[in-house]
Nanobody
């Protein structure tokens, strides 16, 4: 079992940047495919980005491609989401998630076994 704790959320102006972190404990992070999801009020949880266990493959939702970058440091048991050029549409609670092994369906929330508590990102216009 792995425990996930997100941090780095906050309030930023449109066009600004934030870097989210997801610290894992309990198991070696390198065993897990990691994903970031977000959920805005009244909307379903949606896929943002995912990264393979070794970090050699990354995947992004079309809405964030070119603006967000997912990365991981397995030695630090931490996954990151660098978010640039933020817009009010990016406002949501952001969650990191972990799935043991490989998954071709990395964009489905149900594929992930472990979730953090979420961190709020607010973008002002």
């Amino acid at each position: 079992q792995v425990q996930l704790v997100e941090s780095g959320g906050g309030l930023v102006q449109a066009g600004g940047s934030l870097r989210l972190s997801c610290a894992a404990s309990g198991r070696t992070l390198s065993m897990y495919t990691m994903g970031w999801f977000r959920q805005a009020p009244g909307k379903e949880r949606e896929f943002v980005a995912a990264i393979s266990r070794s970090g050699d493959r990354t995947y992004y939702a079309d809405s964030v491609k070119g603006r967000f970058t997912i990365s991981r440091d397995n030695a630090k048991n931490t996954v990151y989401l660098q978010m640039n050029s933020l817009t009010p549409a990016d406002k949501a609670v952001y969650y990191c998630a972990a799935r043991p092994g490989y998954s071709a369906n990395y964009y489905y929330p149900n594929e992930y076994d472990y979730w953090g508590q979420g961190t709020q990102v607010t973008v002002s216009s």
